[in-house]
């Protein structure tokens, strides 16, 4: 069983910055893409950024391009979402997920282990 764990998560003002952490609990996981997802209050889940298995194509959103790096450290097997300039709509519960190949997808389907979440809260 792989136990995915998300930290990093606060209440902030407007244009400050939070680093999220997601820690995988098996090693093989490293072998998995990772996204972020984030789901805001009375909104769908949506996807954030994805960083495949040897941290090769990161990718983010529009919404968040410019803004959020994804990155990882598979020694330490820990994916990290580095987010600057944060804006009230960035409020949200974020997810970290493992993909169910070596690549990420913006498809919550593909995914097979989930973190519980951490709350972002960005006030303006």
């Known amino acids: 069983q792989v136990q995915v764990t998300e930290s990093g998560g606060g209440s902030v003002q407007a244009g400050a910055s939070l680093r999220l952490s997601c820690t995988v609990s098996r090693r093989t996981a490293s072998n998995n893409g990772i996204g972020w997802f984030r789901q805001a209050p009375g909104k769908e889940r949506e996807f954030v950024a994805g960083i495949d298995w040897r941290g090769g194509n990161p990718y983010s959103t529009d919404s968040v391009k410019g803004r959020f790096t994804i990155s990882r450290d598979n020694g330490a097997n820990t994916v990290y979402l580095q987010m600057n300039s944060l804006k009230p709509e960035d409020t949200a519960i974020y997810y970290c997920?493992?993909?169910?190949?070596?690549?990420?997808?913006?498809?919550?389907?593909?995914?097979?282990?989930w973190g519980q979440g951490t709350q972002v809260t960005v006030s303006a």
């Open positions: 997920a493992v993909a169910l190949r070596n690549t990420w997808s913006t498809l919550s389907s593909q995914y097979r282990y």
